[in-house]
T-cell receptor, first 114, second 113 residues
Framework: GDSVTQMEGPVTLSEEAFLTINCTYTATGYPSLFWYVQYPGEGLQLLLK?????DKGSNKGFEATYRKETTSFHLEKGSVQVSDSAVYFC?????????????FGTGTKLQVIP | EAQVTQNPRYLITVTGKKLTVTCSQNMNHEYMSWYRQDPGLGLRQIYYSMNVEVTDKGDVPEGYKVSRKEKRNFPLILESPSPNQTSLYFCASSSGHRNQPQHFGDGTRLSIL
């Protein structure tokens, strides 16, 4: 079946450090890929997305590139801030045989310290 | 304002007492879905609906029921709740295209004693 694997957290970084959160996937078809962010006590909200190979999604200084050859969608940010502290989820969405399931990774908690 | 509304936000109940968590969206979305979030397991899809009267199982449907009689509403029903259904539940909606992101409600924290 389809699956998403994220690096385990928590990840603790100092402010202005470089961030990478790894995400790899397996899928029976050609998925769209998403990163969502969850702040404490809130629901998930879209951070960025990419819908085909080599697409780069970007938002709020975060970037991720859809790499079909390595089945990866790693999240990066050049300089994190305390306000980026949250849980980050990688997800895929796929049409297959008339159904459309969404699969999430387990989430990676990021803590940024001043 | 575009939103997904879940109720209740918090519920403590006892084993075997039927409960319903409501979900409503005001964006005319075709696709709606329920997830549960558990530590170390991320979000797991319970049920989803592609449109009115069209529902299908996700990865963890056991012990849950859903219905989609109207486009805007997608209630989650626990006919006989058990302690292993204690979790944080999220409803989400989106258009039916795979390229579109989902919009999430604020979550419902269920505790079943």
């Amino acid at each position: 079946g389809d699956s998403v694997t994220q690096m385990e957290g928590p990840v603790t970084l100092s402010e202005e450090a470089f961030l990478t959160i790894n995400c790899t996937y397996t899928a029976t078809g050609y998925p769209s890929l998403f990163w969502y962010v969850q702040y404490p006590g809130e629901g998930l909200q879209l951070l960025l997305k990419a819908t085909k190979a080599d697409d780069k999604g970007s938002n709020k200084g975060f970037e991720a590139t859809y790499r079909k050859e390595t089945t990866s969608f790693h999240l990066e940010k050049g300089s994190v801030q305390v306000s980026d502290s949250a849980v980050y989820f990688c997800a895929l969405r796929l049409n297959s045989g008339g159904y459309q399931k969404v699969t999430f990774g387990t989430g990676t908690k990021l803590q940024v310290i001043p | 304002e575009a939103q997904v509304t879940q109720n209740p936000r918090y519920l403590i109940t006892v084993t075997g007492k039927k409960l319903t968590v409501t979900c409503s969206q005001n964006m005319n979305h075709e696709y709606m879905s329920w997830y549960r979030q558990d530590p170390g397991l991320g979000l797991r899809q319970i049920y989803y609906s592609m449109n009115v009267e069209v529902t299908d199982k996700g990865d963890v449907p056991e012990g849950y029921k859903v219905s989609r009689k109207e486009k805007r509403n997608f209630p989650l029903i626990l006919e006989s709740p058990s302690p292993n259904q204690t979790s944080l539940y999220f409803c989400a909606s989106s258009s039916g295209h795979r390229n579109q992101p989902q919009h999430f409600g604020d979550g419902t924290r269920l505790s079943i004693l």
